[in-house]
């Protein structure tokens, strides 16, 4: 089984509906991300825990709210979705040794916003 | 500001033969990860490699080296014996501090047979 899944892999909606992203993970890591992927600029940083009790904004959180369920749960929603949040978005756990982390990802979720 | 930069767009290479993947980085961090990851058509982000800057011999594995020159601050990929299954987009990514990380906007690796 994946380490870090991701439901759903793909999803259509319409602008101004609000959905959820889910993510889970059994590697037993603290530390969750979410970011996008958009074409020609890499993955960005959406939102990051570094624990459940601890919610952080990443550089691209505008349009987006996320909830830590538990040590394993981290999900994304869009409250208001809109056509510019089309997007990749993948999920991601971290494995952290001194100052130093590794992240893994998982299969990512296809977003289009119509 | 940590940067991470990936200049060529597109490469290609035949297959069985070997092809260099660039990246250049800046970060005033002492201490830091280098990663490649691989994202192929599944579009799963998969970890090629990882290089620790304190680390001065190049990290391998299998098929897969990098060239780390740290004063240049320079980390680029050579992929070797390249096959099909290698067809894919590259991203280097650099880690310093916390949740410091940083992608590339990635190169995309044409395998031609």
């Known amino acids: 089984d994946a380490d870090v899944t991701q439901t759903p892999r793909n999803r259509i909606t319409k602008t101004g509906k609000r959905i959820m992203l889910e993510c889970s993970q059994t590697?037993?890591?603290?530390?969750m991300y979410w970011y996008r992927q958009d074409p020609g600029l890499g993955l960005r940083l959406i939102y990051y825990s570094f624990d459940v009790k601890d919610i952080n904004k990443g550089e691209i959180s505008d349009g987006y709210s996320v909830s830590r369920q538990a040590q394993a749960k981290f999900s994304l929603s869009l409250e208001s979705a809109i056509p510019n949040q089309t997007a990749l978005y993948f999920c991601?756990?971290?494995?952290?040794?001194?100052?130093?982390?590794?992240?893994?990802f998982g299969p990512g979720t296809r977003l289009l916003v119509l | 500001a940590q940067t991470v930069t990936q200049s060529q767009p597109e490469m290609s290479v035949q297959e069985a033969e070997t092809v260099t993947l660039s990246c250049t980085y800046d970060t005033s961090e002492s201490d830091y990860y280098l990663f490649w990851y691989k994202q192929p058509p599944s579009r799963q982000m998969i970890l090629v490699i990882r290089q620790e800057a304190y680390k001065q011999q190049n990290a391998t594995e299998n098929r897969f080296s990098v060239n780390f020159q740290k004063a240049a601050k320079s980390f680029s990929l050579k992929i070797s014996d390249s096959q099909l299954g290698d067809a894919a987009m590259y991203f280097c990514a650099s880690s310093s501090g916390t949740y410091k990380y940083i992608f590339g906007t990635g190169t995309r690796l044409k395998v031609l047979a």
């Open positions: 590697k037993g890591h603290d530390r």
């Open positions: 991601a756990t971290s494995e952290f040794r001194g100052r130093r982390e590794t992240q893994y």
